[in-house]
C-alpha cells in the first residue's frame, strides 16, 4: 500500500531564512506526488506537483521540489521564507485510483 | 468564481442527530471525493465518486452516506452523529483520465455535543 511520511511534525525558521521540508513515500511505480499548504482554519492550497519529467518542480509562492527516486523522497524547498508561509504542509502521493494518500503534515513556524 | 464550494462551514450539533454536509464544483471535473481531517490533521480519504458512480468506499461507517445527484455535487449525509464523528471534512475534485491534481473544498468543521 502506499504510503507517505514526513518526519518532522513541527520546523521553525527565521524569516529570510531558507527552507526544506522533507517528504518520504513508499509506492512500487513512479508516483504521482503533491504538496499541500494549510494556512490555520482553511482549506488545502496545491503548491506543486510532479508526474514525469524534470525532476525539480516549480510551484507557487516562490516554492519548489525535487524528486529524488532512489531516496524515494519529495522534499519541498523555499530559498527565503515569508511570514505568510507559516502554516501547515502536506504531502500527497496518488498511487493508483485517483486516491491521494497524505502524510501526517509539518507545521512551519517563522519566527521574525 | 469558487471552485468547490462546501456548506455549511461550521456545523454543531447534538449526538444522535442527522445532518448533511452539501459540495459543489463548477471545475467541470468527473470525480469527487470527501476527505475527513481528524483533530491530528490526519487526512483520509472517505468516499470518491466518478461521474455519480461510486468508486471507492474506504471502510467508512455505514452512517455515512454520499450522495451525487450529478457530476457537478457530492452530498454527505451522516445520521446518528457520535462523539468521534467530529471533525473537518473536505470536499474534492480533479479530472478523472489523470490526476492533475485534486481541488479542495474550504472544509466544513463539525462538532458533534
Known amino acids: 500500500a502506499q504510503s507517505v511520511t514526513q518526519p518532522d511534525i513541527h520546523i521553525t525558521v527565521s524569516e529570510g531564512a531558507s527552507l526544506e521540508l522533507r517528504c518520504n513515500y513508499s509506492?512500487?511505480?513512479?508516483?504521482?506526488l503533491f504538496w499541500y499548504v494549510q494556512s490555520p482554519g482553511q482549506g488545502l492550497q496545491l503548491l506543486l506537483k510532479?508526474?514525469?519529467?524534470?525532476?525539480l518542480v516549480q510551484g507557487i509562492k516562490g516554492f519548489e521540489a525535487e524528486f529524488k527516486r532512489s531516496q524515494s523522497s519529495f522534499n519541498l524547498r523555499k530559498p527565503s521564507v515569508h511570514w505568510s508561509d507559516a502554516a501547515e504542509y502536506f504531502c500527497?502521493?496518488?498511487?493508483?485510483?485517483?486516491?491521494?494518500?497524505f502524510g501526517a503534515g509539518t507545521i512551519l513556524r517563522v519566527k521574525s | 468564481d469558487t471552485a468547490v464550494s462546501q456548506t455549511p462551514k461550521y456545523l454543531v450539533t447534538q449526538m444522535g442527530n442527522d445532518k448533511s454536509i452539501k459540495c459543489e464544483q463548477n471545475?467541470?471535473?468527473?470525480?469527487m471525493y470527501w476527505y475527513k481531517q481528524d483533530s491530528k490533521k490526519f487526512l483520509k480519504i472517505m468516499f470518491s465518486?466518478?461521474?455519480?458512480?461510486?468508486?471507492i468506499n474506504e471502510t467508512v461507517p455505514n452512517r455515512f452516506s454520499p450522495k451525487s445527484p450529478d457530476k457537478a455535487h457530492l452530498n454527505l449525509h451522516i445520521n446518528s452523529l457520535e462523539l468521534g464523528d467530529s471533525a473537518v471534512y473536505f470536499c474534492?475534485?480533479?479530472?478523472?483520465?489523470?490526476?492533475?491534481?485534486?481541488?479542495f473544498g474550504s472544509g466544513t468543521r463539525l462538532t458533534v455535543v
Open positions: 471545475l467541470g471535473h468527473d470525480t
Open positions: 500527497a502521493v496518488d498511487g493508483g485510483g485517483n486516491k491521494l494518500v
Open positions: 465518486y466518478n461521474n455519480k458512480e461510486l468508486i
Open positions: 509506492y512500487g511505480a513512479t508516483p504521482y
Open positions: 510532479y508526474f514525469s519529467g524534470d525532476t
Open positions: 474534492a475534485s480533479s479530472r478523472k483520465d489523470r490526476p492533475y491534481g485534486y481541488t
